[in-house]
């Protein structure tokens, strides 16, 4: 019931996430146009991900996945998700999902999951950056410059987007310049989310 109250753009993009389940391991997915009149890949990999864990226990989160896109979709088409149970042991299973349209694949996944277990832990350092409340999301740039931006381009630059992201390093699209390779940018969702930790892999993933 907490969709009435998200943000429509969000609400509908969790909703995606969810999938129409037509058989055992076969899902159905339509797409969010946010502008590009294709499909954002990252929907793909969001909603491959949500068929290979509907067909998983619950206490077996994703520990690791590699996605392969094939070909451009079309944002205007369902898109048909094939679950493979490639194995289910003691404490793993593992997931080959393919995301098909008009009888071709368009993208194709290989998940690992796993039960929780005491382990190794390990992660990289926080880097020194500014908070993300002292810094512009890159929606807001957009419309500060929004008459300098090519009419072509304007529309898709200044929608709203259901992940904000607020990057640290400026960078001016309109007078490129050479950077180094590495960018700090901070995400989050536009609105509040609920606690099921699986929608929150599925929008990471996203």
């Known amino acids: 019931?907490?969709?009435?109250?998200?943000?429509?753009?969000?609400?509908?993009?969790?909703?995606?996430?969810?999938?129409?389940?037509?058989?055992r391991d076969l899902f159905r997915g339509r797409s969010q146009d946010l502008g590009w009149h294709a499909i954002f890949g990252g929907q793909v990999l969001g909603q491959a991900l949500s068929a290979a864990a509907q067909t998983i226990p619950a206490d077996r989160?994703?520990?690791s996945l590699h996605g392969y896109f094939l070909r451009a979709g079309d944002v205007n088409r369902p898109i048909l998700y094939q679950v493979d149970r490639l194995r289910d042991g003691g404490s793993f299973s593992a997931r080959r999902v393919v995301a098909v349209q008009e009888g071709s694949a368009i993208f194709s996944l290989a998940a690992?999951?796993?039960?929780?277990?005491?382990?190794?832990d390990h992660q990289d350092p926080m880097?020194?950056?500014?908070?993300?409340?002292?810094?512009?999301?890159?929606?807001?740039?957009?419309?500060?410059?929004?008459?300098?931006?090519?009419?072509?381009?304007?529309?898709?630059?200044?929608a709203e987007r259901p992940i904000e992201i607020r990057p640290v390093e400026l960078r001016d699209p309109l007078n490129p310049r050479k950077n180094p390779a590495l960018r700090h940018q901070w995400y989050r969702a536009i609105d509040q989310l609920g606690d099921d930790p699986a929608l929150h892999r599925y929008l990471l993933a996203y």
């Open 61 to 63: 989160p994703v520990h």
């Open 1 to 23: 019931w907490y969709l009435l109250f998200m943000h429509h753009i969000l609400a509908d993009l969790v909703d995606l996430l969810s999938l129409e389940r037509i058989d």
């Open 112 to 120: 690992s999951f796993q039960v929780d277990e005491e382990g190794f």
């Open 127 to 158: 880097p020194d950056v500014p908070p993300p409340e002292s810094l512009r999301s890159e929606r807001e740039l957009a419309l500060a410059v929004q008459d300098r931006i090519p009419r072509g381009f304007r529309e898709i630059a200044t």
